[in-house]
């Protein structure tokens, strides 16, 4: 299974596609969108929109993962980012991924094992755990941990039905 | 030349196509789009993308306006306005039409003449300014009144440049 995750912002949208092989987890693909700041609001969303889709196109995943987010600076900056958001998560659902949602903690919880760690125990627990050897933007490490987070639920699911159905 | 005004939502997104004719504004089309709420959030969002798509298709607006949005109830309320937002404006930027933002003050100065006017009274103004008969669903009103304050915006920027070309 194939998962694209999606660290969504108006400056940065970081992705990352991370495939699950037994109980290997491989990065297929990561990095940050960044709309140039040059174009208005509206082409700026396309941007977004257009490379979610590309990157779709090109690394095939199965289904799409989103951080929920439940804080922003204020109303304005909350705005901006459901904005970014809903163009990401739109390429998404137009291209036929179903998309799913979890909390940071939820995220933090299923990479780190600790709701509360910070940035750079997420970055560097997810190098770790896909075997990174290059640098890693934090938007695109974000993005790979919500990825991750999402194979760790459906792995689980899948456990669980298998002893149901024992 | 004909603008579409898109009144952003999770719940209710108004939209209303004016034309103007010389000095007449003709409501070409309007109405309210209603996301079923049985479906997925991503699928409510598509839903959106996809009945603004259908609008443009049909009534051939040249641009867009949309209303810019300062205050929400709260941050979550903000992130589901701008998802909501994204998917209308990512329509109208994907099919070719410039977007346009105006804040409600605007659009209030715009069609009452007065900046702090209440919605029932952009609603009473948005029915006699375009002659409509029938009811009007408020969100409709104010995606109407949007795209009269653009057009007016439009029609000002022409007149003055007609007089500086003299």
Chains 1, 2 share one sequence.
């Not at 495939?19 to 977004?48: K, M, N, T």
């Not at 890693?136 to 790979?144: G, P, Q, S, V, Y």
Request: charged share 20%.
């Amino acid at each position: 299974m194939r998962v694209l995750g999606i660290d969504p912002g108006s400056r940065h949208t970081g992705y990352g596609v991370v495939a699950a092989d037994g109980q290997r987890l491989i990065a297929v693909a990561h990095g940050c969108i960044q709309p140039p700041p040059d174009r208005s609001f509206a082409q700026r969303l396309a941007h977004i929109h257009e490379k979610v889709a590309a990157v779709i196109d090109e690394a095939a995943p199965d289904e799409m993962a989103v951080e929920d987010v439940f804080l922003a600076r204020n109303v304005k900056s909350a705005l901006r980012l459901g904005e970014a958001r809903g163009a990401a998560i739109l390429a998404g659902v137009r291209m036929g991924l179903s998309v799913h949602q979890y909390s940071a903690l939820q995220v933090k919880q299923a990479v780190v094992g600790y709701g509360r760690a910070g940035k750079d125990q997420v970055t560097q627990m997810i190098r770790t755990l896909l075997a990174l050897r290059t640098s890693l933007n934090t938007h695109a490490a974000d993005a790979l941990a919500v990825a991750v987070c999402h194979i760790n639920t459906r792995t689980s699911q899948r456990r669980w039905k298998s002893l149901e159905s024992r």
